[in-house]
């Protein structure tokens, strides 16, 4: 057999094609390969940097967590030592069972700068009396204070090194330890600089009722240098007697610098600071490059500036109070262009806050070059591969070359010589044998084999027309046996359509109904299906209107193939209206489906499923107008505290917006910030079933003003469970005022009826006294020397009975209003009593103002009292003016007699105007905040005002501001008094 040569087409093409597929799939595997190389060794690098940042975090977390416990503990144990030195000095100073002889003598104490006693130099413990407390001096050398002095050593060594002890009383005496302080310091203090101090404040039983150790931190203390924390406890005797403020001094910078030398592993990082804030957020610890880092202001002065709350950074202050709410903490955060690594972590006894920052360039400084080395080596292996898929590419396109020659173009030359010999209808020769088991092997047996099925065919032929007549027959029958399984199947099916519960219809072409069974006739109000049969759908619907516009609307949806539910009205054949669901789909499965070939609708009837929800929707419509009729406050809330139903009265009170009902919580806002917490305690009580008796709450309304409410609530159940809150909040504001009003009014009625029979008594006996010193005068010579005693001790009868008859009038045995006298007389009497335009007293009448006439001489000793204030609160540099005025129905100041119209008399004046703090006391008996006397007064004058004032049923009202001056409004109702004119005669 010759060499056959390569110059076939098909070698060539298949050559060419297998070149350059095994190009393009050398391209693709390197470039695949070499880009998930890469992307293994950056994912690898970013996987090792982050582990290593994890951990960071973690060993910095647990390094803050160490120290801050261990200072905890520290802490801990000198508020030990300070509660043990009050102790000491409430049992050797203020108690009687250690004698005071058991102790060293009390050194005399000389003068110092200031008016300060201080004690010798040459004493361990430096010992001052500051003015302002006991001053008596010398204290005796037995006193026990003295007892003292050893345990101020030993608690103050006991506690650090460095540390100091102290205790200051209250009666000036102060005892330092050690005797190494500014005495120069020491001696510009007095008692009342000290009690200022906010570690001595904080110490008092005023703000401190449990009598606890209480940390103070001293940003700048002068007398030690430096930031000082202070552990003050207070000095009470057994009896409950506050005596002063024992306490224990740290200088913090001390702790602080012990504390970087401990931690070195941190201070191996360039940059790394500790610090220490209290909970208020100021730095007591804190390195001077950290202040502008953090952009606080300079933390020594102890203000709020100060306060990394108050940070010139926003990112600072979020984190500020994040460490204030949290108990430890790590985080990240931008400072001065770099990233630092921040952990916290809260001392658990004192509140304030531990921590450090490591800034992370510094710490990852070498991560990057491991970074980069991984890279290249991964771009250096991606190109290695690449180089050896073109080798393999070209060893692979030799190797085929030889293969397609050899054993693909001779065979299919053979194989082209017998097919040529078989199209002309040789089916007896064969083709050149072929050697091996291969594809082109297995052709060839396939050519001969095909040969032999072609000769086959014939028999085969006929042999399959005897088959196919005999399956024609098998299937005549199956075709029989289906359609006798069908006819059973479209009874039963008719069955069921018949006797459906619901209304079945179908409609065909031009929307006709075509077909319906016995429940769709009987809901409609027809005699049988077949007379529904053809009827057109108009004559089903209400109205021509109506039929157009269900047909625009709902049979879009048909169109689509899509189900349409509906509920919808249907009339009957009466004429009737039935309230029906329907629900209709296409019965042409295509999409889009042909309508014509008919749309079937269920149909049910729903009558009284809708008058039930219209008798559910008219009782939730009464429920709401009862709830706008209240005359409190209806709302509901879900269990998140959203607002889902308030009356107009609640919107009304507190103007909240619908747009903020959905807001979480925001039903909580309106109570007040001291109540929140009482209030929800209530709703969970409520939202677990409990019961809970109707409470009173302050709530703050839209105009910012503080309202009392009552609170009434109920779980809503839904379903047996809890889907929120039902409460009604009454305002219980002026009923509360109310309380306190008769309350007062019932203080003044029985102190009333317990000096009105005393004072008549007592008027009884000096109209004998008057009468006796009369009858005395008449009996002495005008020269008399002792007729100016007589005199003297007339006048002094005469103030007394004044005072009598202001407590007459202020009794409830008082005379009875008998009102003869026009109030006009009775205020120009006044003025001119008072001096008129001398004394700078004016008096202004309205010309329309009616005559309303009083009791004269009580609603004159009223007004004298009133006007009698007014001068003294001018101290003779101001006028007084009185004006007379009618009120129109529905003046503000008018609301306290039932809106309607009436007289009201001002008193105006521009003096000193009295302090808020007054204002609530100003109408009751022998309340006075000048010096009490006969001349000066005894609180009896706007308390006999508001007594007469009330009498004649009327109102007495002060509206007063300190420094601008006073006006008191007085008013008594018209009635039925017509207006008559005045002359201001």
């Not at 970087?260 to 209290?278: C, I, P, Q, R, Y």
């Not at 009454?730 to 029979?757: H, P």
Request: with cysteine; glycine share 8%.
């Amino acid at each position: 057999m010759g060499v056959i040569r390569f110059k076939s087409s098909i070698g060539v093409q298949l050559t060419v094609t297998l070149s350059m597929v095994l190009l393009l799939f050398a391209i693709l595997f390197a470039m695949f390969t070499t880009r998930h190389v890469q992307q293994f060794g950056d994912s690898f690098a970013e996987g090792a940097v982050h582990t290593l940042r994890h951990r960071v975090e973690l060993n910095l977390t647990e390094r803050v967590r160490q120290r801050a416990l261990h200072y905890d503990h520290f802490f801990k144990k000198v508020s030990e030592n300070s509660a043990l030195l009050a102790e000491k000095a409430r049992d050797l100073v203020f108690s009687d069972t250690h004698p005071a002889t058991l102790c060293d003598p009390f050194p005399p104490l000389s003068p110092g700068p200031s008016g300060a006693l201080m004690g010798s130099e040459a004493l361990p413990v430096f010992i001052m009396r500051l003015p302002g407390g006991d001053t008596r001096v010398p204290l005796p050398a037995d006193d026990r204070h003295a007892c003292l002095f050893p345990y101020l050593e030993i608690f103050g060594h006991a506690s650090m090194p460095t540390a100091a002890s102290y205790v200051i009383y209250t009666n000036g005496l102060s005892q330092y330890y050690p005797n190494t302080v500014s005495r120069e310091v020491f001696s510009a203090f007095s008692m009342d600089v000290i009690k200022g101090q906010r570690w001595f404040a904080a110490a008092t039983p005023t703000e401190n009722p449990t009598l606890s150790t209480v940390w103070t931190p001293v940003y700048k203390d002068d007398a030690m240098g430096g930031v000082v924390a202070t552990a003050s406890s207070p000095v009470v005797s057994k009896d409950g007697v506050f005596q002063g403020v024992a306490g224990i001094d740290l200088p913090l910078e001390g702790i602080f610098e012990s504390l970087l030398h401990e931690d070195a592993t941190s201070n191996d990082v360039e940059g790394t600071f500790w610090f220490l804030v209290d909970d208020r957020g100021i730095p007591l610890l804190l390195p001077e490059k950290a202040l502008s880092l953090l952009g606080v202001a300079d933390h020594e002065k102890g203000s709020d500036g100060g306060s990394l709350l108050a940070s010139t950074l926003p990112g600072v202050r979020r984190y500020a109070h994040g460490v204030l709410s949290l108990n430890k903490g790590v985080g990240r955060m931008e400072l001065g262009g770099r990233t630092w690594i921040i952990s916290h972590h809260v001392l658990p006894s004192m509140g304030w806050v531990l921590g450090a920052a490591v800034p992370d360039d510094a710490l990852f400084a070498g991560l990057e070059g491991t970074r980069t080395t991984y890279r290249q080596a991964t771009r250096r292996m991606g190109w290695e591969i690449v180089m050896a898929a073109v080798l393999f590419t070209a060893l692979a396109l030799g190797l085929f070359y030889c293969v397609l020659r050899e054993r693909l173009v001779r065979p299919l030359r053979m194989l082209e010589r017998q097919a040529r010999r078989v199209s002309r209808g040789d089916l007896d020769g064969k083709t050149v044998a072929l050697s091996g088991s291969d594809e082109m092997a297995r052709l060839a047996l396939s050519f001969d084999q095909m040969i032999a099925s072609l000769q086959e065919g014939r028999d085969f032929q006929d042999r399959t027309t005897d088959y196919l007549e005999a399956m024609v027959r098998t299937r005549t029958r199956e075709v029989e046996e289906k359609a006798r399984e069908l006819n059973t199947a479209v009874t039963e099916w008719t069955t069921i359509f018949s006797n459906s519960m619901v209304g079945i219809m179908l409609l065909k072409g031009g929307r006709t109904l075509w077909k319906a069974n016995d429940r769709m006739a009987e809901i409609l109000g027809y005699d049988s299906p077949e007379e529904m049969e053809g009827l057109s759908m108009r004559e089903l619907h209400v109205s021509e209107e109506a039929f157009r516009r269900y047909g625009a609307h709902h049979y879009d949806a048909l169109v689509h193939g899509v189900r349409t539910q509906i509920d919808y009205r249907l009339k009957r054949r009466d004429g009737s209206v039935v309230w029906c669901s329907l629900s209709g789909k296409a019965v042409d499965a295509h999409v889009p489906p042909d309508l014509n070939k008919g749309v079937l609708w269920v149909v049910d009837d729903i009558t009284e499923r809708k008058v039930s929800e219209q008798a559910i929707r008219e009782s939730e419509e009464r429920f709401r107008e009862m709830a706008e009729l209240l005359p409190c406050i209806v709302c509901e809330v879900d269990l998140a505290l959203r607002v889902t139903y308030v009356n107009s009265l609640g919107l009304e009170a507190f103007q909240i917006r619908p747009e903020d009902f959905q807001t979480p919580g925001i039903a909580l806002e309106a109570f007040h910030p001291d109540d929140r917490q009482r209030v929800m305690g209530r709703v969970e009580i409520t939202l677990a079933g409990g019961e809970v008796d109707p409470t009173e709450y302050r709530m703050i309304n839209g105009d910012g003003e503080e309202i009392r409410v009552l609170f009434h609530s109920a779980p809503i159940i839904r379903n047996s469970a809890v889907v929120g809150i039902r409460a009604s909040l009454a305002d219980v504001t002026e009923y509360r005022a109310l309380q306190e009003t008769l309350l007062k009014q019932g203080k003044l009625d029985l102190i009333g009826s317990f000096i009105g029979g005393i004072a008549h008594d007592f008027n009884n006996m000096l109209a004998v006294l008057l009468g006796r010193v009369e009858l005395a005068g008449l009996c002495l010579d005008e020269g008399a020397p002792a007729r100016k005693h007589l005199a003297t001790m007339e006048e002094t009868l005469q103030r007394a009975r004044d005072l009598v008859a202001r407590l007459i009038a202020l009794s409830t045995r008082g005379e009875e209003v008998e009102p003869t006298v026009p109030i006009q007389d009775v205020l120009r009497r006044c003025v001119k009593d008072a001096g008129g335009a001398a004394s700078g007293v004016y008096l202004e009448l309205s010309p329309d103002m009616p005559r309303v006439t009083v009791d004269g001489p009580q609603m004159g000793q009223a007004i004298d009292a009133v006007v009698k204030n007014a001068l003294e609160a001018c101290d003779g540099k101001g006028e007084v003016r009185i004006r007379c005025t009618c009120l129109e129905k529905g003046h503000k100041r008018a609301s306290a007699l039932g809106g309607a119209s009436c007289l009201e008399v001002a008193v105006r004046d521009r003096g000193r105007g009295i302090a808020e703090e007054h204002l609530p006391h100003i109408f009751d008996p022998y309340y006075t905040t000048k010096e009490r006397s006969s001349r000066k007064g005894m609180g009896f004058g706007l308390a006999v005002t508001h007594a007469v004032v009330t009498r004649h049923g009327g109102t007495l009202t002060v509206d007063s501001r300190l420094g601008e001056g006073t006006t008191v409004y007085l008013c008594l109702s018209l009635g039925g008094v017509k207006p008559e004119p005045v002359s201001e005669a």
